[in-house]
Every structure is written in structure tokens, then in C-alpha cells.
């Protein structure tokens, strides 16, 4: 699979609100080849968990989402630091930004509770940094505005979650995502991704898929797991 590129930046005045700054700016994904198969962390700590993680980056894996929503900066700090140097910069970090620069990843994932208070001149300031930023959408209304300055996004749950009991996917069986515009970011489901349902995901117009739930049920069968879900990806 192609590793993802980043964006470009051009320099524009302080004074601009975010949609004319982006615009000015020509904030777009230009020729950004998006991998098929993103892994996000379990929540919860998981035994040996960096062990697994660095056999998935040996199998392929190109993108972790490193996501502990009630970890402090000190329980994720100290469980990075476990993680071999030649894989963190394949990591992208959903809280503790701050410690993207002591682990050298320049990927930034913002919730949407996070992305609301985010201004227009720090979206500028990552960018200019080089910084690859994702988020995530829970309804296709607020697609066009947040792609104007994210490299890819997730949006579901598509499917019904697997890690998450009655979390039912709001994906309808006519369901078709229109065309990818140059501007647009990389649309990539989540929410009950498994072997058997990655190519419907792509059948409704999705560049790519992440999955959680399929790789962490059973963490000592991650990595069998992800061999599987990789072959899959690698034929659609």
C-alpha cells in the first residue's frame, strides 16, 4: 500500500476567518494516495499491547490511531515510549498532541468535540508544520466543510460495532457516497469493519477502512487478524 502524503501550505495573513483562509490557501489533498486499512488502539489497556501493536507495523500495517480517551498524558507517554523508534512516526495521536513532537509523528487526530476549538491560525500552523490531520464525522452534512482542512476523516459507525454493544451502523443498503471531489478529504468507514464487509465498504464509495473492534476482541489474535483483513484489503 502507499504511505500517505501530506498536503501543502502557503503562507496568508493573520486577520482571515478559516474558510477564507483555507480557501486562499488552496487547503486540499492533491495527489494523496490514502491507505486502505487503518487500525485504531483499544480504549482500555490491553496486556502486551505494544508487542502487538509493533508485529502489526511488521505485517504491514502503515497507520496506528492511538486512542485512550481516559488516559493521562503520563499512562500514554510511558506506554509509547515502549514502541520502537522506527514505527512512531506511524502513529497518530487523538489526545496529548503535545507529545507528537517528543515521539516524531507528525499525525494529529482532533474529535469533534476538540476540532471545535481549533483556530483558523493553529489549522495554519499545523499545516505549515507538516502536520497529517484527520477527524471524525458522524453525519455526511458536515462533510464539506471539514474536508477543506483535514487529510482524511472517518465517518460511521457503517456497520454494526463490534466493540460496542447497540451501537447500530446508519448505513443504509442503497447508501452511495458521491464521487471524490480534488478539494475533498479521504473518506474512510468505521464501525463494524470485518473481513466480510471491507468491500461493501468500498462499494459505497469509502477510500478506506478502520477498524478497532476486529482486531482487539481477541488481542491474541490481532495479528492473525490483521493478516486476513490485509489480504482482503489489498484485493478490492
Known sequence: MDAC???AFTKVPKDYSLTHLLLKIGFKTVAYAMCKLIVLSSTEAVADEIAIVEALFTEGLEILHWRKPDWTREQS???LEQLSPKFRSQVALHQHHELAEEWG???L???????ANVSARQWADWRKAGKILSTSIHTLESYKSVSL???YLFYGPVF???SKQNYRGVIDADFQLQKQQPNEAQRIALGGITETNMDQAVAYGF???AVLGSIWAKPEQAVEQFRRLKAVAENI
Open 5 to 7: 502524503a501530506r498536503g
Open 77 to 79: 507517554n510511558q506506554r
Open 105 to 107: 509523528t507528525h499525525r
Open 109 to 115: 487526530h482532533l474529535t469533534e468535540k476538540s476540532r
Open 149 to 151: 482542512y483535514v487529510d
Open 160 to 162: 454494526d460495532s463490534i
Open 207 to 209: 477510500d478506506g477502512v
